[in-house]
């Protein structure tokens, strides 16, 4: 009975009230920490930068940013003469000219490829590639009878010449024949991603390595930059402009005079040699074997030397030197606010490169140009991407370069101060590599074993080289062929070789046609294309019209 009126009474009540609505679903999971912060989308030009490619600062302002540039460029050209000169049988006298000759023909290589290479902002310096050729055939040559050490240094300067040149024909053609451009349309940003970022940590054996070289030096002038130039600034707003543009010069300046008084104090009076020629500020000898005014001119040291054996390891920088510039290229045109530059435009610039190496070899410089890593990664210290700024630097590399005297003034600064300011620059264009893996899916496996094996056989292996490399440029491949073994010891000892060696032929062999979309091919291929992005002209035409007169194979 109570069951039955229970059972009314919950019927009676169910009639009279509508049934409560039904539950609203659950929304989906979401990816777990995909809620916690805000997400960032990827962004093709860095929003950040004060002046981009077309933007110009004050002049007064682009005067101390060009010799800034020539002053980071230049501790490279003294590393390269310091390295090759001696060896070379040279003494002062010759290594001041032989910076004088490198720091003419960086000028006039920039200016030509800001002109009508890549149109991006990136100085054409001295390469570190070439070194082992050069080691070679300075060895090549030892043995032969010479009257004097300075006519030893000559005759190989003559035979570096020469090799110089015939080599130089490798990038034009490559270049100019559309070849390396073709190459560069397998890339995708998995394949970026790891070249741009060895361009800078391949480097880092000139970095704290040579810090230490001169750590009372070299430390304190690494610690003042970091602080000067990112902490400081935050101070005052008049103090932000001036310390995020010209911290560097002020840095340099200070721990310069620093060096000069632990000189004069005697300091470096009982210490080791090398010690001694890291440290101290008069053990260069520039200054005073430096001519006053002195122009260089095609065959300064003689008539080139043409010798097969030396031509084929200079080939193999020439290779490199082009794969090195390619890297530097991409990440100048992303800290100069530019799209990535097309196939027709790395072509082109890669074509001018090898034109480039033939004018070094007319002038006597000692090694080939290549794009500097340090002074892309300027751009990115001072957010200045200004294409003007590179320009006028070319106007302090040719004057420094005539007047001698006043460019050994430069010249003599002591090398730990470089190596310092490279830890941070190097550093800036590694991250600016790391930037370009947000346009591809950064969560794909397939992608995380492309990027990981690029980025460790690309340092790893060119380290077993160069550790295995003795003094007089041998390295691990001896084979009976001398001009094979230079041509593959200097391949694979330059990092951004081997990581576009490998991250090209996994990335395009390993479930390539099945990962277009992952691999980020969707979003680069527009760049790469002449007419594929409306803003690809806008960055990368020749200026004045020059289009018009000359042939499209050239554009």
Known sequence: MGETHNHDHNHNHNHNHQPPPPQAAAPPAMPLGSARGPLFPP???????????????????????????????????VMIATVLVPQMGGGPGDKARVIQSLLFTSGVNTLLQTLFGTRLPTVMGPSFAYIISALSVINDLSDGNFRSEHQRFEHTMRAIQGSLIVSSFINIILGYGQAWGNLTRF????????????????????????????????????????????????????AQSILERFALLL?????????????????????????????????????????????????????????????F???????????????????????????PPPAHVVSRSIGLQGLGQLFDGFFGAVVGTTASVENVGLLGLTRVGSRRVVQ????????????????????????????????ILYGIVAAIGVSFIQFANKNSMRNIYVLGISLFLGISIPQYFVMNTDIAGHGPVRTPAGWFNDILNTIFSSPPTVATIVGTFVDNTLEARHSVDDRGVPWLVPFQR???????????????RINEYIPSRFL
């Not at 929003?47 to 101390?64: E, F, G």
């Not at 940590?201 to 000139?206: D, E, K, P, V």
């Not at 000069?260 to 009076?269: E, H």
């Not at 002449?530 to 004045?544: I, T």
């Open 43 to 77: 962004a093709e030009q860095l929003l950040q930068l004060h002046y981009c490619i077309h933007s110009n600062p004050s002049w007064p302002q682009t005067v101390l940013l060009a010799f800034q540039h020539y002053i980071v460029m230049l501790g490279t050209t």
């Open 187 to 238: 890339f995708s940003p998995i394949v970026i991603t790891p070249l741009v970022c060895v361009v800078g940590l391949g480097l880092f054996g000139r970095g704290f390595p040579q810090v230490g070289d001169c750590i009372e030096i070299g430390l304190p002038m690494l610690i003042l930059l970091v602080i000067s130039q990112q902490y400081m600034q935050r101070v005052h707003p008049v």
């Open 251 to 311: 840095c340099i300046g200070l721990i310069w005079a620093f060096a000069a008084i632990l000189t004069v104090a005697g300091a470096y009076n009982h210490v080791k040699e090398r010690t001694e020629l890291s440290c101290r500020i008069d053990r260069s000898f520039l200054l005073q074997s430096a001519p006053w005014i002195k122009v260089p001119y095609p065959f300064q040291w003689g008539t080139p030397i043409f010798r097969a054996s030396s031509v």
């Open 313 to 339: 390891g200079m080939m193999g920088a020439a290779l490199v030197s082009a794969a090195e510039s390619t890297g530097t290229f991409y990440a100048a045109s992303r800290l100069a606010g530019a799209t």
């Open 392 to 423: 006028i630097s070319t106007a302090f590399m040719i004057f420094f370069s005539i007047f001698g005297k006043f460019g050994a003034f430069f010249a003599s600064i002591p090398l730990p101060i470089f190596a310092a300011i490279y830890c």
């Open 530 to 544: 002449r007419k594929g992005d409306s803003r690809n002209d806008e960055f990368y035409s020749y200026p004045l």
